[in-house]
């Protein structure tokens, strides 16, 4: 049964990164946004397994994306498993990201093994599975 990873990041190549990273997760099918708002509206429009999403991107930030996902009053949007990643260094972003809501924050830089794990844990794949056998 394939799952759906939607990314919501203002950058295309942390985008394909992130796909490159979890292609070995062939049960693993993307949908992508460059920006909140329109993460926002994919997740309103299609059923969506896991959310990974920036922290910093312009016009919502990745604290407000949570917020806005978490208040939505459609069961499946609302529960969704949302992980945020961020670059950023100050020491209370996690804390705040929790408190908003989030599934896991992930500081970057992210290995591809470390990305698989957190995307397994929140989709609920097994980890003895052998993933490039489609």
Known sequence: MKRTVL????????????????????QVEFLDADRSDRGLKLL????????????NMPGMNGLEFVREVRSDKRHEVSRVPLVLLT???????????LESGVSEFVRKPISSAAL???????????????????
């Open 7 to 26: 990314l919501v990041d203002d950058s295309d190549t942390i985008r394909h990164i992130i796909k490159v990273y979890l292609m070995k997760l062939k």
């Open 44 to 55: 309103g429009a299609n059923p969506v397994d896991l959310v990974i999403a920036d922290f």
């Open 87 to 97: 670059g950023g260094k100050a020491p209370d972003l996690e804390k705040r990201a």
């Open 116 to 134: 698989t794990a957190v995307a397994r844990r929140h989709l609920g794949l097994p980890e003895d599975v052998d993933d490039l056998v489609a």
